[in-house]
């Protein structure tokens, strides 16, 4: 098994100019099959250093945000 480190960045919506929470989801891939899905609800501010989860699964996964606001980076978690 591998440990990943994902990581979610300006996660956030403006309404009527007030930076309030967002909701996102992030599908964890392998090749093309989606195993598994995440959410994310919150704020983290732009420029920060976001919300980071960890992830146990097979070598080789890869993930993608499906819908809702913000960045994320998925990457092997080096201090496992």
């Keep these: 098994?591998?440990?990943?480190?994902?990581?979610?960045?300006?996660?956030?919506?403006?309404r009527d100019g007030v930076v309030c929470g967002g909701e996102s989801f992030v599908a964890i891939m392998d090749g093309q099959m989606e195993v598994d899905?995440?959410?994310?609800?919150?704020?983290?501010?732009?420029g920060g250093d976001g919300y980071c989860r960890s992830y146990v699964g097979k070598p080789g996964?890869?993930?993608?945000?499906?819908?809702?606001?913000?960045q994320i980076d998925f990457e092997i978690d080096a201090t496992a």
């Design 1 to 14: 098994m591998q440990r990943y480190m994902l990581t979610i960045r300006d996660l956030f919506t403006v």
């Design 61 to 70: 996964l890869t993930a993608q945000l499906v819908s809702g606001p913000g």
């Design 37 to 46: 899905r995440m959410r994310f609800t919150g704020k983290t501010v732009p």
